[in-house]
Each structure stands twice: as structure tokens, then as C-alpha cells.
């Protein structure tokens, strides 16, 4: 059989390269009890996988040197020693960068393509949904008429934060970087105002412009200067949801910027970094809300998939030049 | 009568001084309906007074120049043209730097000298200990065993949080800048670890030393590089309570430093900028608990009173060199 899994050939200064990834042949080993051989179908791309990268333990382990990737990603059953799935089944879990792999049946769960195709369970029904709502909801708390402000607005999370803002009748400002993502964020998905931040001459003038009333919730994924000027337009008793620093992820020395504790004393304002796990207990609620808005067709969703196992590394170095509209997937 | 108020001289910039402020003679109108003549006893200075002397709208209007500066305040009812109060009342209120004023009733409340004594009411009784209360508590929410980091820890509110956090069975950690006030904190309020900011050649390491369990909370009152070195060791989940930012108030630029995003989002941490009037809904339950653990003997209390009316630009200048050991109170 002939297996094919990228393994982190060695850790980045900066921004990564190809030169980061080498891809290795192996046989699998035979399945002990309650594991399961899956073939990969499709493999998530996510920027928090750049902070795994660095041999720094963050709230989950970095990856290994000469060990595989690994990440969220969905795979058909092939072989099975666990009574809880049969071959066929489609699962989803955190699997190795691999062809095939064996793995351990308890991370996998199956996943319900009556409810929508399966590529959804990697964006919006899995992990970035999921960030979406507990970040917006649970940490911004949004009321109508809120000004929300979401940097990276075209990504996998930017776009169901928007549709969710615009679901509870916010006014909704998004921030990307290319007139494509700028189009679609205004005309397929109704953001009220949308910044382009590379074409701006003055970004801290368009943030004005397009809060005139000021900002009462920012949901951020992407943290320097854009961040700055958001921050400085925010209103009393605002929420900053700190949910990715995408901008930052690669620098080589500690980021320095504007100290911004004045302001958010002045403002009497919250700043509140998240991952998805602290919301854990309340999933179950967030999968069936994001299910129901799915199926009323109250939330679109857009996906970039490219196709190839081999272009796992280029898919996720995309990630830091933008190269994503919306959820960022690999079809194997 | 010869009455005289402290007025705003001019704006400063950076640090204020005495040319900033001017003393002037002048004759009090007669009294209207509702308004009470009141002869001033003790005057309460406090580092938020610094900003309402730029000309920038924060939470309230700033200072007018050739206007009087005001403040919290107690003083003696002299006359009395409102059926609330009586000649010989002794009340509390934000009154004007003025030897006796004529003030609109509806801005001062009664005290009750019966629980503690009168400038108790300015401290930890007032403004002071309702800020440590609520900021600890409703903010803070600190858990038995935390360790609790306190900056300006031997200033007004500083005092009151730690003591608080010791109830609480936290771990408490003050920083300070002087060897009178560390020696105060460990032996007569039993904080656990103190740090001199002033003479350690390493306060990473002192952090790092004094919270081998890194950070739960950190009440922050001071801003800058001592906040920096504490931020760098919060834990998950970790709770930053921004009261304060003295060590940035006398800012002529805007004050730079290390981004620290990438840390909250990194610790699912919380920063919560706030004003003790976010939680006045809540006032009574924390004039009550304080005012029990105050005549329970649970908390001490520590106050550096300076006699003289004239005294007052000095004592507020005093508060940016730390010349105050826990409430800074102008006696009249």
C-alpha cells in the first residue's frame, strides 16, 4: 500500500516555506483493538496551525521535527477494530497529513451528510463555526444595532461572524484584503461597509468613515496596525474578541505597538482571547444552531478547495498571503 | 468671608506642577433653593484627576481652565437651603478645591461616623474601596489558592485588593516602590511575596520568582514595563483587571510596547478596562460588605493625611512619585 504522509521537516523562522515540509512514504502498521484505518478525504487548513509550528508550548503541544502534521480533516472508514464504526462511514477528527492512516477511533466521530456536504463539518458545522459563534456571541454579545468590525472578514470564521452579526441585527463592517473578497463580502453576503486595508491610504479614516457611530464589538483574527486603528474607534463598554493574530504569527521578534491598556481603561472596555475549547461544554447547542441557520439557508458559506494531497503545504502557506475565500480545504 | 478655591491654571503637559494650578480669594453667592453652603474638612486626591486636566472627553468632562478643580470631597453643612440637611451635617460628595463652596444638595450624602471615621469615606469606604471590591470580585473573580498580583499595591485601592484576595484565600503578590511600603504590605497586611519595582535589577525574574504558579489575576494600577514583565507570566485563563495606568498619565506620546495580544489569545486570557460607576447598581452590597469586614477588624486600613488647604497641589503631585502609603487625604 502506498502511503504518502508530510511530516514538519524542520521548524520556521518567520514565514514557512515549502522547505518546512517534506513528504515520506511508509506502510501502516496492522490495527490494534479500537483502532480504524481511514483513507483521507478532505484536510482543513487553519492558521492557528502556524503557532504549533514553534517549539513553544501554547494550550496544545507543537508539532514534532521529522513527525507528521496534523490537523482537522475528514476520511472514510476502510478498515475498523472499534464497534463504533463500520467501513464506509464517514468521519471527522484531527488525523494525520497522511494518504491513510491509523488512528485511534475515540478522536473520530461521524458526520451527517443529510444535514449538508461534508466539507461543511471542517468549516462552518466544525471548528471555525463553532469560533464564529461562541466568540461573537458568548464573548462580543452582540444587541441591534450594534457596529461590528471583523478583520479577515473573508475567512472561514470573518464570514460567519458577519452572517451571525447580521442575524442578530448588527451593523456589520468587514475588513479584507482584495477586491474579489471586498465583492463578495457586500454583495453575496450584505456586510453594511466593507475596508479594502491594502488599498486604503488611511486606514484609522476609513475605520471612521465606516463606524460612524464608533465600535462597539471587534472581532479580530488579525492584530498589528488594522487592529490599531479599529481600537482607537471603539466605543464605551466595547468587546474586543480576540480570536486570531494572523498578521503577527510569523514575526521573528516580539511585535511592538501602541500600549493599548489607556484605552481600554478609559472606555471601560473588555479584550478577550479565546480558542474554541472553552466553550466545549456548550458545543452540542453551537453545532445545532449553526445546523438549523444552514438549513434555513440563513448563513452562506463559501470554501476555497484545492485539490491534491501534495498541496497540503501550499493550501496552508496561502493562508499568510490570502489566498482563501472563505474556508481553506484540500480534496485529497 | 474669605474664601479661597485652587483653580486650574493652565493644561500641562506631561507631568503637572504647581504653575498648573492658582489659588484665588472670592466671595460665595448667596444660597438658592435645594443648595447648602459647606465648609470643607478633607479633600481626596487621585491619580484619574490627571486626565480630566487634558482637553480630551474621557468617562467625564475634563477640568476648565480657570475653573475650579473638584474632587471627592467632606465637609461640615454650614447652611442649608434644601430640607435634607441640616446645619452640622457632615456629608460626602465631588466638591470644589474651595475652603467652603455652595453646592447643590443633590450631589452630597450624609455620613454615618458611627462605622469608621470620616475620611474613611474617601478611601476605603468611597471611590478607593469599591473600585478594589468590584474590580476584584466582579472582574477578578478569584478563586481560592490564585495568585493574585497587585501594581501600586500600597496606593488607595491596592491595599483594599489585597486584603480582599487574602479573605478570598488567594495568593498575594504587591508590587511597590519603596521600602517603607514593602515592609508595610508583608508585615502588617501579610501579602506573601512583595517586589521593590525600584531596586530589582530583574523584575521578569521577581515575577517569576515571587508566582513559581505564574499568574491567576493581576490588578493593574500602573501600566508600562511593570506590567509587561507581569503579563508575560499569566496562566490560562488568567484575569487582567486594569484599574489604573499611572505610570502612562503623564505621557506627551503615545507609549509603545510589546503587542500584547498574542499573549491573551495565547492564555484565553481577559483584559477588562472599567470604572468603579460600571458597577453602581451594585454600590450597596459593597458599602456593606466593606463597611462589615471594616468594623470585623478584617481589613486595615492605611491613610496619609496632609494638613493645609494649600497643601493640595502638592498632594496631588505627590501620587506620581508614590509619596502616598495607602489613601492620600488633604486636611483642611
Known amino acids: 500500500m502506498n502511503v504518502k504522509q508530510i511530516v514538519l521537516a524542520g521548524r520556521p523562522k518567520g514565514l514557512p516555506s515549502k522547505e518546512n515540509f517534506r513528504t515520506e512514504s511508509l506502510v501502516l502498521p496492522g490495527l490494534q483493538s479500537s ?11 487553519d492558521p492557528y ?3 504549533k509550528m ?3 508550548k501554547s494550550y496544545t503541544p507543537p508539532y514534532q ?13 476502510i478498515e475498523s477494530e472499534s464497534e463504533n464504526f463500520q467501513k464506509g462511514d464517514v468521519v471527522k477528527g484531527i488525523i494525520p497529513w497522511a494518504t491513510e492512516a491509523v488512528v485511534d ?9 443529510t444535514i449538508a456536504p461534508e466539507t461543511y463539518f471542517l468549516g462552518i458545522l466544525g471548528m471555525p463555526g463553532l469560533t464564529a459563534y461562541f466568540g461573537l456571541l458568548y464573548i462580543g454579545k452582540p444587541n441591534p444595532a450594534d457596529t461590528v468590525v471583523i478583520s479577515a472578514a473573508a475567512g472561514a470564521v470573518g464570514i460567519v461572524v458577519g452572517q451571525i452579526a447580521k442575524l442578530k441585527a448588527c451593523r456589520v463592517v468587514g475588513i479584507a484584503g482584495n477586491e474579489d473578497k471586498i465583492k463578495m463580502l457586500k454583495d453575496e453576503l450584505h456586510f453594511d461597509e466593507v475596508i479594502n486595508y491594502k488599498t486604503t491610504s488611511d486606514m484609522d479614516k476609513s475605520v471612521k468613515d465606516a463606524c460612524p457611530n464608533g465600535v462597539d464589538i471587534f472581532f479580530d483574527n488579525v492584530g498589528g496596525k488594522i487592529s490599531d486603528a479599529v481600537i482607537a474607534h471603539i466605543n ?13 504569527y510569523n514575526s521573528t521578534e516580539i511585535p511592538v505597538g501602541p500600549r493599548l491598556q489607556p484605552t481600554l481603561l478609559t472606555k471601560s472596555a473588555l479584550m478577550q482571547g479565546f480558542i474554541v475549547g472553552d466553550f466545549q461544554t456548550n458545543f452540542s447547542e453551537g453545532i445545532q444552531q449553526l445546523s438549523q441557520w444552514v438549513k434555513e439557508n440563513k448563513l452562506e458559506y463559501k470554501e476555497t478547495i484545492i485539490e ?4 497540503l503545504p501550499e493550501a496552508f502557506l496561502g ?12 480534496k485529497v
Chains 1, 2 share one sequence.
Open 35 to 45: 483502532e480504524v484505518l481511514i483513507k483521507a478525504k478532505y484536510f482543513s487548513v
Open 49 to 51: 496551525m502556524r503557532g
Open 54 to 56: 514553534n517549539d513553544v
Open 65 to 77: 521535527v521529522n513527525a507528521p502534521i496534523y490537523g482537522g480533516g475528514i476520511g472514510e472508514i
Open 105 to 113: 477511533s475515540k478522536s473520530l466521530e461521524k458526520i451527517d451528510t
Open 236 to 248: 464605551f463598554h466595547a468587546r474586543i474578541v480576540l480570536c486570531g493574530q494572523i498578521s503577527l
Open 308 to 311: 491534491g494531497f501534495d498541496q
Open 319 to 330: 493562508l499568510f498571503s490570502g489566498k482563501n475565500v472563505g474556508k481553506m480545504i484540500v
